[in-house]
């Protein structure tokens, strides 16, 4: 069986900066044991990164979430310290899901994708979305404790979303 790991947006702007969260550093446990696990398992891993530029604020999403966040080769656009190994897959991504990522998944024959990351409620719901509507036959999944939403409310809404698509929520 072909599995792929996707590491959703673990990015330091998403866990200790301007968008940040005490829910997003509590995962971060949980995370690397998974990545840990996955690495001894011969699973391969994919990473994405939110990327954006110096003219976020004239984009759509920056008029509706005026926060300047995962500037291109800033700190806070970095993968978290401890996480991503030389080698694997990172697909940048100048919105919340990748269309890239899921055209991979589609290419690569992966019968697997588990989900892990932040936010749950935006680009976690997304990623995953937009992987079963390209790959509708590969079993896809989310481990809810290594996942963190914007809230306690919007994690849970998007984890039923998800299930109602035929996404596992493990």
Known sequence: MKKLLVVVDMQNDFV????????A???????IKKLRFAR???????????????????TQEGEKLPVLHCVKDTYGWEIVDGLYEDGEKVFDKPTFG????AKFVQGEGF????????????????NALLIKAYCPE???????DCCAGVSKESHDAALKTMSSCQVEIL
């Open 16 to 23: 200790r900066g301007t968008l940040g969260s005490a829910d």
């Open 25 to 31: 550093v509590a995962i971060l446990p949980n995370v």
């Open 40 to 58: 001894e398992n011969g699973v391969q891993i994919a990473f994405t990164r939110d990327t954006h530029f110096e003219n976020y604020s004239s």
């Open 98 to 101: 990748s269309l890239e990522l």
């Open 111 to 126: 019968d697997e994708v588990e989900l892990i990351g932040v936010c749950t409620d935006i680009c976690v719901v997304s």
């Open 138 to 144: 590969v079993r896809v999944q989310v481990s809810a």
